[in-house]
């Protein structure tokens, strides 16, 4: 993995943990930390189970992410590499791709408006998610850890 172990807690952390197959506040079929491929009503696991498919889900992020080819991510810092993942974690590799919150990154936008772009992905299923506040500030404050506009 590309991120550091206080990321891979902070997703836990913002994830949280069910065993037992629930709807996410999109309304998505979820298990573990987040986990929603192929997951169906009624699924069950173990906590062991779930703590590898968030290993696995993290990689599948990271390798969605190189793949892009965007020409920064190789120069990004483990902060900014830790915050991109979580978010990416969150909406998912189709959403990154067409964000302005991505566009603002690459362009190397000035601070206060990549801050901008990422406070704007606070809501699921048309609800700001005081949740998804907490997550989205953590993330933006990592991202600008070690390097200042």
């Not at 791709?97 to 936008?109: D, V, Y």
Request: glycine share 8%.
């Amino acid at each position: 993995m590309y991120i550091t172990k206080l990321a891979f807690e902070k997703i836990k952390e913002f994830e949280g943990c069910k065993l037992q197959a629930y709807q996410d506040a999109a309304g998505i079929w979820t298990i573990g930390y987040g986990h929603t491929y192929g997951v169906r009503p009624g699924d069950k696991i173990s906590q062991q189970y779930a703590d590898m498919l968030l290993q696995d889900d993290i990689e599948n992020v990271e390798r969605q992410l190189m793949a892009l080819s965007d020409p920064l991510v190789g120069d990004w810092s483990k902060a900014q590499m830790d915050a991109v993942v979580c978010f990416v974690f969150n909406i998912g590799i189709k959403r990154w791709r067409t964000s302005t919150l991505r566009r603002c990154i690459m362009q190397q936008k000035p601070e206060k408006k990549i801050r901008a772009e990422w406070l704007r992905w606070m809501h699921a299923g048309g609800k700001q998610l005081p949740g998804l506040v907490k997550r989205r500030e953590w993330e933006s404050d990592r991202f600008f850890e070690q390097c200042k506009n």
